[in-house]
């Protein structure tokens, strides 16, 4: 993820903090209002993480995506969205140079993990629809963990080398009051199409086909529902892949909605000067997504609402709590 710099220098200039211009009634309501988004972000993923992993019922490779999804979704609220959004309140950096560092690292790291989790689920869900009988003999829940840590070990090694031959670690530096890493225009380009340009493509092509297949099957459950009771549980297995896919669909548009106007400005960063305040609001709606996404499964997953519904009653301490139907 290219965190490009606005107003950029190459010399820190002496800097500090302009004094604030909201009453302290106000300042104190922006600071609730963030530790609630915070919080609404930690314990919704923590709520998803807790059902994938406890409950038997859930162990699919699907949901193994989702699962992942939901770390990095847990993690950019932990661990990046507090900061972000003292950034923004404050109007400027008030941080360290070496917190400065760290900040941006896990930034990139998790925001370009959640852009890829995103887009194997476009892949799995492609797969399930158009080969649905190859998918269950070859996709099983241990191959998709494997294919999942892989991925995070590809993009945290991507981050560390696009730092690092950006001269991040040896000659950045960072200004009190805004904080970017600067690529060159070549790591530019590179970032632009292996973190947005082709995982996007994959995501939107993968998606209209899943629609095309879906409309195919509705049709088809048409058919069979006239048919034996065999060919009505292939009807209904069918339904209900094609809802797992126009669920899963929202959940994918929501989240380009929420990407496009930061990659917009991350083109456009070197032709147009933008305010740090500006940029700032694009990015924090690339991490107001992690916020939506448990969300998106509290609407739409019935299973997501029995398992918080068993979990916050503490009905997941009792004696084989996971083995208990959530479906």
């Known amino acids: 993820m290219n965190l490009t710099g606005v107003n950029g220098t190459d010399e820190c200039p002496s800097y500090s903090c302009p004094e604030r211009s909201v009453s302290t009634a106000v300042y104190v309501l922006l600071y609730v209002c963030a530790a609630a988004v915070v919080l609404l972000t930690v314990c919704g993923n923590l709520l998803i ?59 990139l790291f998790l925001t370009t993990t959640s852009i890829y989790n995103v887009a194997l689920i476009a892949v799995d869900r492609y797969f399930a629809l158009s080969n649905p009988f190859l998918y269950t003999d070859i996709v099983s829940v241990n191959i998709m963990c494997f294919i999942v840590l892989s991925v995070w070990f ?62 195919k099957h509705a049709t088809a459950i048409r ?37 496009f106007p930061y990659f917009v400005c991350s083109i456009l960063v070197n032709v147009i000067e933008f305010e740090v305040g500006s940029f700032q609001k694009v990015l924090m709606l690339v991490y107001i997504n992690s916020t939506i996404n448990p969300v998106i499964y509290a609407l739409f997953y019935p299973w997501f609402r029995r398992c918080v519904r068993i979990t916050l009653t503490f009905q997941i301490f009792d004696p084989d709590s996971a083995l208990m139907s959530v479906l």
């Not at 193994?64 to 950034?87: E, R």
């Not at 632009?192 to 998606?207: K, M």
């Not at 892949?241 to 929202?250: F, P, Q």
Request: proline residues 2%.
């Open 223 to 259: 058919d069979l529902n006239i048919h034996t009771k065999a060919s009505k549980s292939t009807a209904d297995s069918m339904k209900s892949e094609r809802k797992a896919a126009k669920v899963l669909g929202i959940l994918v548009s929501v989240f380009l909605s929420c990407l």
């Open 49 to 107: 993480i807790i059902s994938v992993c406890h409950f038997k019922q859930l162990h699919t490779p699907t949901n193994m995506l989702i699962l992942s999804l939901a770390v990095s979704d847990f993690l950019v609220g932990l661990l990046v969205m507090p900061t972000a959004l003292i950034w923004m309140i404050e109007s400027c950096w008030i941080f360290s140079l070496v917190y400065c560092l760290c900040y941006i690292s896990i930034s």
């Open 154 to 215: 590809v993009l945290l090694f991507y981050n560390l080398a696009l730092q690092y031959f950006n001269g991040f670690y040896a000659s950045q530096v960072t200004c009190l009051g805004q904080t970017f890493l600067v690529l060159d225009e070549a790591w530019s380009l590179v970032d632009l199409l292996f973190t947005f340009a082709l995982p996007c493509a994959v995501i939107i092509i993968l998606y209209v086909l899943v629609f095309v297949i879906a409309r």
